[in-house]
């Protein structure tokens, strides 16, 4: 089994910036890329970020790129969203998720293990 936990999450102005963690624990050797989600109120979840471990390549949702960067730190088992320039737009609880594939996904369901979430909340 596999542990997410997701912290950085707050209320920020439109235009500010937040970093969001996310540390793994357990058997991460399984797990090959990591990713981030978002459900906003009466929506469904939807694809952010995700980084794989070993290369570092990544991918974004075309509604964050250019604002959001992740990242990680193989050392500490960590994973990082920096978001700037928030927009009303991106408030959401954020989830954290890890996947055992070996190519970077943007579907869910092809996630394995899933965190709590954080909430996220900017104004206008």
């Known amino acids: 089994q596999v542990q997410l936990v997701e912290s950085g999450g707050g209320l920020v102005q439109a235009g500010g910036s937040l970093r969001l963690s996310c540390a793994a624990s357990g058997r991460t050797d399984s797990t090959k890329a990591m990713a981030w989600f978002r459900q906003a109120p009466g929506k469904e979840r939807e694809f952010v970020s995700t980084i794989s471990w070993s290369t570092g390549n990544t991918n974004y949702a075309d509604s964050v790129k250019g604002r959001f960067t992740i990242s990680r730190d193989n050392a500490k088992k960590t994973v990082y969203l920096q978001m700037n320039d928030l927009k009303p737009e991106d408030t959401a609880v954020y989830y954290c998720?890890?996947?055992?594939?070996?190519?970077?996904?943007?579907?869910?369901?092809?996630?394995?293990?899933w965190g709590q979430g954080t909430q996220v909340t900017v104004s206008s």
């Open positions: 998720a890890a996947s055992r594939l070996r190519w970077l996904t943007t579907v869910s369901s092809n996630y394995d293990y």
